[in-house]
């Protein structure tokens, strides 16, 4: 099957600085991805829609000054939490459309903790 | 409203017993749906789907669901739990004829004994 990766798995970081998560397509080209936050216990809740060569559509009550996602080309979409505080810590899973089918395939996932 | 429900939030059985996940839907047509798996820590898997055709659909590591239409219904089984099924089990519904955004349930913990 189709493979999509992100990177890092896990990351640590201080209050106030910026963390970058990545999510690559590997083996097709993904015009389309998504970004979702998972907390503790809870589901996958989609934070945005990501798209290649566009801006990033938003979920409501997502803030989208705070999460910053980058589609700059096929097989890349970027989330980087812009000045990060710890109740932004949380599991961030992405997946991508694969253009010839029906499915999105996720990524590994990224443990974002913020201290 | 779309919205889909896994009514048991952890499910315990013992290895080599038989197993159902139950997953309720509402959505305004019927959607595609989805069962994926997640390890501790770990992204997402995807089990099996189901798009049309035969309601009975199998997908990997042994598992199969059923979707029931009158009951808004796509439940989860396998005839025998193994030590290593243990997860979280996350049903999706997602919009037919295109891959776009899913939504998915609140997750059912599985824990297995020996």
């Known amino acids: 099957g189709a493979v999509v990766s992100q990177h890092p798995s896990r990351v640590i970081c201080k209050s106030g600085t910026s963390v970058k998560i990545e999510c690559r397509s590997l083996?097709?080209?993904?015009?389309?991805m998504f970004w979702y936050r998972q907390f503790p216990k809870k589901s996958l809740m989609l934070m945005a829609t990501?798209?290649?060569?566009?801006?990033?559509?938003?979920e409501q009550g997502v803030e989208k000054d705070k999460f910053l996602i980058n589609h700059a080309s096929l097989t890349l979409s970027t989330l980087t939490v812009t000045s990060a505080h710890p109740e932004d810590s949380s599991f961030y899973i992405c997946?991508?459309?694969?253009?010839?089918?029906?499915?999105?395939?996720f990524g590994q996932g990224t443990r974002l903790t913020v201290v | 409203a779309q919205s889909v429900t896994q009514p048991d939030i952890h499910i315990t059985v013992s290895e080599g017993a038989s197993l159902e996940l139950r997953c309720n839907y509402s959505?305004?047509?019927?959607?595609?749906l989805f069962w994926y798996v997640q390890s501790p820590g770990q992204g997402l898997q995807l089990l099996l789907k189901?798009?049309?055709?035969?309601?009975l659909v199998q997908g990997i590591k042994g598992f199969e669901a059923e979707f029931k239409r009158s009951q808004s219904s796509f439940n989860l089984r396998k005839p025998s739990v193994h030590w290593s099924d243990a997860a979280e089990y996350f049903c999706?519904?997602?919009?037919?004829?295109?891959?776009?955004?899913?939504?998915f349930g609140t997750g059912t913990r599985l824990q297995v004994f020996p």
């Open positions: 999706a519904v997602g919009p037919p004829y295109n891959t776009d955004k899913l939504i």
């Open positions: 189901y798009f049309s055709g035969d309601t």
């Open positions: 083996d097709f080209q993904a015009t389309t």
């Open positions: 959505y305004g047509a019927t959607p595609y």
């Open positions: 990501s798209n290649e060569g566009s801006k990033a559509t938003y």
């Open positions: 997946s991508a459309a694969h253009p010839q089918g029906t499915e999105a395939f």
